[in-house]
Nanobody
Framework: QVQLVESGGGLVEAGGSLRLSCAAS????????MGWFRQAPGKEREFVAA????????YYADSVKGRFTISRDNAKNTVYLQMNSLKPGDTAVYYC????????????WGQGTQVTVSS
């Protein structure tokens, strides 16, 4: 079992920035993809961003393109989500997820970190 621990959430004003971190409990040899998802109250969980671990290819939801950047640090077993120009609509619990090789879909999830953007 891989443990994923998110951090960096908090309360910010609209237009501000936050950087979320997700630290994994093991080395990245079998990491395929890591992603960020979010879930707002009363809404379904939605995809935010993902990075393919080996190639570094990144993918973003249209709603965050140009504002959010996903990156990784292999030495730290960590993925980041830099969030700029935050909007109240970005308010949600943000979850880090890992898809390991062979697995058909994301198979590990963090506990979530709250991001609240005030008007």
């Amino acid at each position: 079992q891989v443990q994923l621990v998110e951090s960096g959430g908090g309360l910010v004003e609209a237009g501000g920035s936050l950087r979320l971190s997700c630290a994994a409990s093991e080395r990245t040899f079998r990491f395929h993809t890591m992603g960020w998802f979010r879930q707002a109250p009363g809404k379904e969980r939605e995809f935010v961003a993902a990075i393919r671990w080996t190639a570094g290819s990144t993918y973003y939801a249209d709603s965050v393109k140009g504002r959010f950047t996903i990156s990784r640090d292999n030495a730290k077993n960590t993925v980041y989500l830099q969030m700029n120009s935050l909007k109240p609509g970005d308010t949600a619990v943000y979850y880090c997820a890992l898809r390991t090789i062979i697995a058909p879909d994301y198979n590990y999830w963090g506990q979530g970190t709250q991001v609240t953007v005030s008007s």
